[in-house]
């Protein structure tokens, strides 16, 4: 057989196989034929919504709300998320659909929704799962299953606890984005800006409830509603949810969370702002190193932590020269600022048996011979735990001005 005939049948092989991968029965998946969901909230079940369950009992049943993007909508740019024809039309002319199905665990609600819509859900592009208070003080491993074992799901989808009921976070419309889902992503990847809420995905979550003792801190979100009537509601994601193994059992503040965050090394921008003799200064993190040690003696645990910030000066609302003197003395208060910050969020997840920082797991790895011998009442131990805080902060940049801006007295001249 000669070599042309060979290729040419070779080609005709390729072909076949080709034409044939799209024909197989099931397996054609276009656009039209499929439900894009960007984000899913999951409630308890208290209204009368739809669901044709058959798992579990009627208290156990479960409230899921699917954003599902318009196909016709791709593409489109606005602020609100509603079209200049929309008027009149309510929901449906919005860009999104939130499907709301009612079911005994999440596999089932998601094959429910096909009685509610004609395409099938699909979550490959899901971007956050919202999950209410309510259900996350009673545990939420058994809700994140379905994540990992599904194969269209992604581990990086972003987890976040909302305060009451978690579909209506999906509802609050966006003033910047057409998707309220979209504009909660975006919202939560913003706040390594400030370092005031954690970064948590399904996989980091599922990681530290894996790890013995460890704990997490998931974001938090709330509703906010203006008294005014014209200003409608708006997201406010601050803070953080504390858990021990799988349920929430307390809230960080913003300041409490970062506190939490310089011992992980986890601060990677914000603002440290300070009282300097009634003179408001702000000073910009540019980066910040924090690490920790521990130690077991004389029955107690004690925690050395160390944290290396340089910052910037980004506003001095003050008079008179800006020396090396003042300097030292910002240095000194931001410091002491940073040492209550840890303090103060050291204390809330001391005293929730939260061990966020990973301090069992440092034993475990590092000093084995002494957690065999503190393993059985770690906890206990845990919460009576001391921590030494050393802080290094370093202004390293004072920015454009040499003076401040008021300092010729509002432009007299001296």
Not at 33 to 47: F, M, T
Not at 218 to 241: M, N, T
Not at 280 to 306: P, Q, R
Not at 350 to 376: C, H, M, P, T
Request: hydrophobic residues 35%; negative net charge; charged residues 25%.
């Amino acid at each position: 057989m000669s070599k042309k005939i060979i290729c040419i049948t070779t080609v005709i092989v390729i072909m076949f196989v080709s034409f044939t991968g799209c024909s197989v029965k099931g397996t054609k998946r276009d656009l039209s034929s499929l439900a894009i969901v960007i984000g899913l909230a999951i409630d308890k079940n208290e209204g009368d919504s739809q669901g044709f369950e058959t798992f579990g009992d009627e208290q156990a049943r479960i409230l899921m709300t699917a954003q599902v993007v318009r196909n016709d909508s791709v593409g489109q740019q606005g602020g609100s998320g509603q079209g200049a024809d929309s008027a009149g039309k309510g929901d449906v002319g919005k860009p999104y659909w939130n499907v709301e199905v009612v079911g005994g665990n999440l596999l089932e609600a998601i094959r429910a929704a096909t009685h509610v819509t004609n395409r099938s859900l699909y979550l490959a592009q899901n971007q956050v799962v919202v999950i209410s208070s309510d259900i996350a003080k009673e545990g939420i491993a058994k809700y994140l299953d379905f994540f990992f074992r599904d194969h269209e799901t992604r581990y990086d989808v972003s987890l976040i606890i909302a305060e009451g009921n978690a579909g209506k976070i999906l509802a609050t419309e966006s003033h910047l984005d057409n998707l309220p889902a979209q504009d909660l992503y975006k919202l939560i990847n913003s706040q390594k800006r400030d370092s005031g809420t954690p970064d948590c995905t399904l996989f980091s979550f599922i990681r530290d409830y894996k790890t013995e003792y460890k704990s997490a801190l998931v974001p938090f979100v709330r509703v906010i509603e203006p008294k005014e009537e014209q200003r409608s509601p708006f997201l406010f994601v601050a803070g953080s949810s504390i858990f021990v193994e799988d349920k929430m059992v307390g809230i960080l503040d913003e300041k409490q969370t970062r506190g939490v965050l310089w011992v992980s090394d986890r601060v990677t921008d914000g603002v440290v702002a300070l009282d300097f003799d009634g003179i408001a200064v702000s000073l910009e993190v540019i980066n910040s190193k924090g690490s920790f040690t521990a130690e077991y003696s004389d029955g107690k645990i004690k925690v050395k932590s160390k944290v290396e910030a340089k910052l910037s000066l980004g506003e001095y609302q003050g008079q008179g020269q800006f020396d090396t003197e003042k300097v030292k003395m910002l240095e000194k208060m931001c410091e002491e600022e940073i040492k209550k910050e840890i303090n103060e969020g050291f204390e809330k997840i001391r005293e929730k048996s939260a061990d966020v920082l990973g301090i069992g797991n440092y034993f475990y790895r590092f000093k084995y011979k002494q957690w065999q011998k503190i393993q059985e009442d770690f906890l206990e131990m845990y919460k009576n735990a001391n921590m030494e805080i050393e802080v290094d902060a370093q202004i390293i940049r004072t920015g454009s001005l040499l003076k401040p801006i008021d300092a010729n007295s509002g432009g007299k001249n001296e």
